[in-house]
């Protein structure tokens, strides 16, 4: 099982709708989940973090976070063309210095 | 808004040289920048925790006499590959943090990377 397991997609949804990006991990004890977003050619943005269970919403993107299943997922209201990118989960491992990253999830929002 | 500057976007070297990669916040102070590597159709890999004025945290598996970072100054952190060879040949990406207390900022902001390609 890797460490950190995303979809790799393509998720295709239309413009307006509610894209749903699902990520589970294996490390127990994490304690620090990211969502990065990564257009074609170009570096990584962090658009969320959460830390603790339940929803984090900020602007059109809610993470959510459930430790007790391992499970951390963003969704992205009202998509839009400017969405479609890839996007990665990223997992701080508990007892070292090491974060994992998602293979990620490339989305296309249709116009 | 706040830019993180890296430079060179793209550098080709020879077997065996070193290749000094610098990530500059420009308009803000940066207690702690990250380092990044990606692989062409691979995800990204956090590689060390740069902390201004001390030494860096590498990750596990990272060689920290490879990867030689300083972070000497709250606006500069470099990043020197040793003695490069063909299989470091990646995308490097720096990161900086952001925060503020008293406005409530903890962002992380990305440089636009380095390509690295050793012959």
């Known amino acids: 099982q890797k460490e950190v397991e995303q979809n790799s997609g393509p998720l295709s949804v239309p413009e307006g709708a509610i894209a749903s990006l699902n990520c589970t991990y294996s490390?127990?004890?994490?304690?620090?989940f990211f969502w990065y977003r990564q257009y074609s050619g170009k570096s990584p943005e962090l658009i969320m973090s959460?830390?603790?269970?339940g929803d984090k919403e900020d602007g059109r993107f809610t993470a959510q976070l459930n430790k007790a299943s391992q499970y951390v997922s963003l969704l992205i209201r009202d998509s839009q063309p400017s969405d479609s990118a890839t996007y990665l989960c990223?997992?701080?491992?508990?007892?070292?210095?090491?974060?994992?990253f998602g293979a990620g999830t490339r989305l296309f929002v249709k116009a | 808004g706040a830019v993180v500057s890296q430079h060179p976007s793209r550098v080709i070297c020879k077997s065996g040289t070193s290749v000094k990669i610098e990530c500059r916040s420009l308009?803000?102070?940066?207690?702690?920048m990250f380092w990044y590597r990606q692989f062409p159709k691979q995800s990204l890999m956090l590689m060390a925790t740069?902390?201004?004025?001390?030494?860096?945290?590498?990750e596990q598996g990272v060689e920290k006499d490879k990867f030689l970072i300083n972070h000497a100054s709250l606006t500069l952190s470099t990043l020197t590959v040793t003695s490069a060879h063909p299989e470091d040949s990646s995308f490097y990406i720096c990161s900086a943090r952001e925060v503020s207390a008293s406005l409530g900022k903890n962002i992380q902001y990305f440089g636009a990377g380095t390509r690295l390609s050793v012959l």
């Open positions: 959460i830390y603790s269970n």
């Open positions: 308009d803000f102070q940066a207690t702690t």
């Open positions: 490390d127990r004890g994490s304690q620090s």
């Open positions: 990223a997992v701080r491992q508990t007892g070292g210095f090491k974060t994992i």
């Open positions: 740069s902390n201004e004025g001390s030494k860096a945290t590498y």
